[in-house]
């Protein structure tokens, strides 16, 4: 887990980022069993998680103390949320993967693993793409292709103009089940808990520059030129991403395979004990042919 110890501010080109690492530890017994294909080894890089919009680093806990142990974790806010300050002007992907890649040689790494959520797997995506000799894998989680993709219902797509759910633990508990899916449905209040108690919400200005930060950007063109092995895992009942994103996503990635569990937008909060042993054997696995 992310201890007080492990959170600090870093300065990548110019801009104040909270970050928090998890570091690798020895595998321990009693713990969860990798697959028979993963190796013993622990993962070389460090995993680095990218968020959803409006989500700072704590939500994501759950998942990280799922995670095999000998996995290395970075997590950073993005610019505007949690605890990193407002950027100076807006900015676009582009410019938040320099700061990312900014960040990661502040930080002492020349490569990493990346892991993006919902908004963030759109920023892994780009990433992956624009600095590819700095992602060894990547792993897209409840995520789409941007601007070309399946949407949302109209309904969907206007309660993730503001980051009310995020403030409002009451409306939370109300839209739940039909924004996020899966557990939402059948236990709302407890997905409304976890949400409200594990976020550090940050300024309205900060979610309107991450909406910003995406408009109109679209991974369709490139998706066909990613090297790197990818994991893409959805959810069967995702009201914000539908399950024909990530197909889509599936057949455009070269190196790609599909994960598909039972659960909606959140699986990676709300099913992390069973979907973070499937991305730890992924991320420990060895390459081909070693």
Not at 76 to 84: L, M
Not at 201 to 213: I, P
Not at 247 to 257: A, D, E, G, K, Q
Request: net charge positive; proline share 8%; aromatic share 6%.
């Amino acid at each position: 887990m992310f201890t007080t110890d492990s959170l600090r501010t870093v300065a990548a080109r110019g801009q104040l980022i909270r970050i928090a690492v998890r570091s690798r530890q020895p595998f321990r017994t009693g713990t969860r069993r990798l697959r028979r294909t993963a190796d013993s080894s622990p993962s070389p890089v460090p995993l680095l998680l990218i968020n959803g919009i409006g989500a700072s680093l704590e939500l994501l806990t759950p998942f990280v103390d799922a995670l095999d142990s000998r996995i290395e974790v970075v997590s950073f806010d993005a610019p505007g949320v949690g605890g990193s300050p407002m950027p100076a002007r807006p900015y676009r992907f582009t410019g938040l993967c320099r700061l990312i890649a900014s960040m990661l040689t502040t930080l002492g790494h020349e490569q990493a693993d990346v892991l993006g959520i919902s908004w963030g797997g759109g920023v892994a995506q780009h990433f992956a793409h624009a600095h590819r000799d700095r992602c060894r894998r990547l792993v897209l989680v409840s995520t789409g292709t941007g601007a070309l993709m399946v949407p949302a219902r109209p309904a969907v797509l206007a309660r993730m103009v503001t980051p009310r759910r995020y403030l409002d633990r009451g409306y939370l508990q109300r839209v739940a089940g039909e924004l996020y899916g899966g557990s939402a449905r059948a236990d709302p209040a407890a997905v409304a808990a976890v949400m409200n108690a594990h976020n550090r919400v940050g300024s309205q200005r900060g979610y309107m520059y991450q909406l910003a930060a995406g408009a109109g950007w679209t991974s369709v063109p490139f998706l066909p030129k990613l090297r790197q092995p990818t994991l893409i895992v959805s959810g069967d009942d995702d009201p914000i991403i539908p399950l024909a994103n990530a197909r889509l996503m599936h057949r455009l990635i070269p190196r790609s395979r599909l994960h598909v569990f039972h659960g909606g937008h959140l699986g990676l909060v709300t099913e992390a004990a069973k979907l973070a042993p499937v991305i730890s054997d992924f991320l420990i696995a060895p390459e081909p042919g070693q």
